[in-house]
């Protein structure tokens, strides 16, 4: 590990920050912590923490000694200076006389001494940075580092490792507790230059910023060489099925599995996204022979366990048939619900005061054969849980190739998951409407698809925009972050790969727009065949082509879902010389009906969305100034004067409207109409 402190790149960033009234005391701790930020060797996703002690002028113009140490919620990768609260450094200081101190208490004493009030809370580690005298802290749960000391004889591993440059601290609850005992530690080893925390991590510490970061990196340099040093065993691995099944077959199949039903009698579910993961060193331990071992022994340090619980889910290996995976799935989940249900109740009856069980499902599933998923309640916590679980990995990987991994006790996991300074990382208020959820977009490159993928993402759902135009689909999803796939929704292979695009992504499908179409037109008696099967190519036989895809997912996953076709008022009033246009939405409103009957059973809905005259849907914006010219009036006038209301129907209406029927859990069969009021179109 090679230290990447670079002294123009340091004071470039004190340039810019002392530009903006920021100490160069904690410009400095900004550039390094982001140094160890940046290194998912040091640290994971809001792992680890950092300080400074410096002075600051207080509210009265008074010079005061304070600690600034990471606030909770920043990632040390992003630190700014606002993530890094100052607090009086003194008063803190003074806790380190007192015998016992309660969580709330020192909660809320660490809140009382913040210069600014509005300050995040402090580190649950503050006390730790401030009864050590440097002036730079610095705190990693390092991969090398946690390869050596989480092993039975890790705490002699370290001792030969770091001797009296870093002593060793036993494992406490992080808090009080824990930064009383560090503290006592470094007082018999005042030359240290860090010490480690066993199973847990390492700190390092110095005068100045460079000097604390280059003993982390030099500490956590011993811990690599110390792996690299001598044999090293592989993994065993096991026998797999000669073919296996591809990612986007056994995602949903494990996506369905890990939902729980959040409400039997109304058929909610609480679903989760997913992440997928295989590379070669994910491979070797998803097949080691002994994977049912060393996977189930617990988290790599305490943290973790909020973002992956304390063991993953090892499902079956998936044979490219298929028969049998399902049911080897949920079997497999159902023993790790038992036993994290047993966890909490064997764990619960110590516990002061007693707690409330959480979910007790898996945040990571193995399979063999195939690779890792991560899963969480959007994307992006399921590609943390993902990383963290390539790390833990990692980890185990380096003690199983050198010794025999080990974790901490179960009770000292259940202590720091049921934590409540633990939980309060994660952030509290419900979820989105639509967190959890999966939702394809056709059509989603522009007008009404764009808006209604928009919407989508604004309700939390992760969101796959399909369109003809891959570049267009690929801008729309960039700026809602979801996925942008190029498909063709008249071409059966085209809407299949994007499909499996959609479940090797995020695990499934819950909620379809099927959006794309197109108006032709011609007087019925004289148009060509040609023109009216091309219609119907695209306004009939594309819904049903993707409809029938994610049905197909849905009923893999078994959780329910949801489908929307857009639908025109020509399904309902036709208009003169729109029939090629007509005839097959009429068909398509038809399909949707079809659709709510023959999957209603298995909690599919099914639901159409009428709406008219929105100028950025079917009518273009030259089609509405001819319209318009015709009559006399300008375009605005058009848009407005044709509807009972007087108001312009825009694409985001009728991407309110999408929402609204995904989130109308009682709602199938039906039609919602957004034209403003036309009452030719009424349905009767
Ligand atoms: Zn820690």
Redesign the pocket.
């Given at each position: 590990m090679q230290s990447l402190w670079r002294d123009d790149d340091a004071e470039r960033m004190v340039a810019h920050y002392v530009a903006k009234g920021v100490a160069r005391d904690v410009a400095l701790r900004v550039y390094t912590s982001r140094l160890l930020g940046g290194d998912p060797k040091l640290v994971l996703h809001g792992?680890?923490?950092t300080s400074v002690k410096t002075t600051m002028t207080d509210f009265l113009g008074a010079s005061r000694e304070v600690l600034c140490v990471k606030g909770s919620g920043w990632d040390l990768a992003t630190i700014e200076p606002p993530g890094l609260p100052a607090l009086h450094l003194q008063p803190l200081r003074e806790l380190k006389k007192r015998d016992k101190l309660s969580d709330e208490d020192m909660v809320s004493f660490q809140r009382s001494q913040l210069l600014d009030p509005n300050a995040p809370n402090p580190s649950i580690?503050t006390l730790l940075h401030a009864f050590l005298p440097h002036k730079f802290v610095d705190?990693?749960?390092a991969t090398a580092l946690l390869g050596i000391t989480d092993q039975p004889d890790g705490k002699k591993i370290c001792a030969e490792v770091y001797g009296d440059r870093a002593p060793l601290v036993p494992y406490v609850m992080?808090g009080f507790a824990m930064a009383k005992i560090a503290s006592a530690v470094f007082e018999k080893y005042p030359k240290s230059e860090g010490f480690i925390?066993l199973k847990?991590?390492i700190f390092a510490y110095g005068a100045d910023a460079r000097e604390a970061y280059e003993r982390m990196i030099s500490l956590v340099s011993l811990a690599e060489a110390r792996l690299e040093k001598g044999p090293r065993k592989r993994l065993a691995a096991v026998a797999l099925p000669a073919a296996l099944a591809p990612v986007h077959e056994v995602a949903p199949i494990v996506r369905g599995a890990i939902a729980e039903v959040a409400d039997k009698a109304d058929g909610i579910w609480r679903r989760q996204i997913l992440d997928f993961r295989a590379t070669p060193a994910v491979l070797a331990y998803v097949n080691g022979a002994d994977v049912t071992r060393y996977s189930q022994i617990g988290v790599v340090?305490?943290?973790h366990t909020i973002r992956t619980k304390n063991w993953p889910l090892v499902v079956p290996p998936p044979a490219a048939d298929l028969t049998g995976f399902a049911a080897g799935v949920k079997a497999a989940v159902d023993a790790f619900v038992a036993r994290y249900h047993d966890y909490f109740i064997r764990h619960n009856k110590r516990a002061e005061p007693n707690k409330t069980e959480l979910d007790p499902l898996p945040r990571v599933v193995l399979v063999p054969g195939l690779g890792l998923f991560g899963a969480g309640k959007s994307k992006k916590d399921a590609q943390i849980a993902a990383d963290i679980a390539e790390n833990t990995i990692a980890v185990i990987a380096d003690a199983e190739a050198t010794g025999r991994y080990e974790a901490v006790s179960e009770a000292d996991m259940f202590d720091v998951e049921y934590w409540s300074l633990e939980q309060a990382k994660l952030g509290k208020g419900a979820d989105a409407a639509l967190a959890r959820h999966v939702a394809v977009v056709t059509g989603g490159g522009s007008g009404i698809g764009a808006a209604t993928a928009a919407a989508f993402a604004k309700q939390g759902a992760a969101v796959a925009v399909f369109d003809k135009n891959a570049d267009a689909a690929k801008a729309v999803a960039k700026k809602i972050g979801g996925l942008g796939v190029g498909c063709d929704v008249n071409d059966t292979k085209s809407v299949r790969s994007a499909f499996d695009q959609v479940c090797a992504a995020f695990g499934g499908v819950d909620i379809l727009v099927s959006n794309a179409g197109a108006a032709w037109q011609g007087k019925i008696g004289e148009v060509s065949d040609e023109i009216l099967r091309q219609s119907f190519e695209l306004n009939f036989f594309s819904h049903q082509t993707v409809a029938k895809n994610a049905v197909r997912i849905m009923r893999a996953q078994g959780t329910g879902g949801c489908l929307l076709f857009n639908v025109s008022k020509q399904a309902v009033n036709p208009g003169p010389d729109f029939g090629p246009y007509g005839l097959p939405k009429a068909a398509t409103l038809f399909l949707s009906r079809q659709y709510a009957l023959d999957y209603g059973a298995e909690g599919i809905r099914s639901n159409a969305v009428n709406a008219d005259r929105v100028l950025t849907g079917m009518l273009t914006p030259d089609f509405a100034k001819e319209r318009a010219a015709k009559r006399g009036i300008t375009v605005d006038e058009y848009m407005r004067d044709g509807n009972l209301l007087r108001r312009e129907v825009k694409a985001s209406d009728v991407a309110d409207a999408f929402v609204s029927l995904a989130l109308a859990n009682k709602t199938t069969a039906a039609v919602t109409t957004v034209d403003g009021g036309n009452i030719a179109a009424a349905l009767r």
């Open positions: 792992g680890g923490n580690e705190h990693t749960h992080p925390l847990h991590g340090t305490p943290d």
